[in-house]
């Protein structure tokens, strides 16, 4: 069975930074894609950024690009989420995503597995 874990959330101040993790068990996603995403309170939920793990390519939403760097760790099948010049509009609850599909995957519903999620929430 494949579990997704995340962790790291916490409350910052704005311009601070925050390292979310996503450990995987269950089974490798060697040849498959994972992501994160997040959801605000009345928001639907949205793409943040995405990994593919057979060619390390990465890509982010807009909102985030140059702020945010998704990466892996093959050894301890882990994903990270390193966030820099947090903004209050970037508080939400934070979601790890996988999928043993390949390519960009930039919608909910293209993911089969999830976490349970870490806040994240920004405010002096």
């Known amino acids: 069975q494949v579990q997704l874990v995340e962790s790291g959330g916490d409350?910052?101040?704005?311009?601070?930074?925050?390292?979310?993790?996503?450990?995987?068990?269950?089974?490798t996603f060697s040849s498959g894609t994972m992501g994160w995403?997040?959801?605000?309170?009345?928001?639907?939920?949205?793409?943040?950024a995405g990994i593919i793990w057979s060619s390390?390519?990465?890509y982010y939403a807009d909102s985030v690009k140059g702020r945010f760097t998704i990466s892996r760790?093959?050894?301890?099948?882990t994903v990270y989420l390193q966030m820099n010049s947090l903004k209050p509009e970037d508080t939400a609850v934070y979601y790890c995503a996988a999928d043993w599909g390949g390519g960009e995957r930039l919608r909910y519903y293209e993911y089969a597995y999830w976490g349970q999620g870490t806040q994240v929430t920004v405010s002096s």
């Not at 995403?37 to 943040?48: L, N, T």
């Open 73 to 77: 760790d093959n050894a301890k099948n």
């Open 56 to 58: 390390d390519r990465t």
């Open 11 to 27: 409350l910052v101040q704005p311009g601070g930074s925050l390292r979310l993790a996503c450990a995987t068990s269950g089974r």
């Open 37 to 48: 995403f997040r959801q605000a309170p009345g928001k639907e939920r949205e793409f943040v």
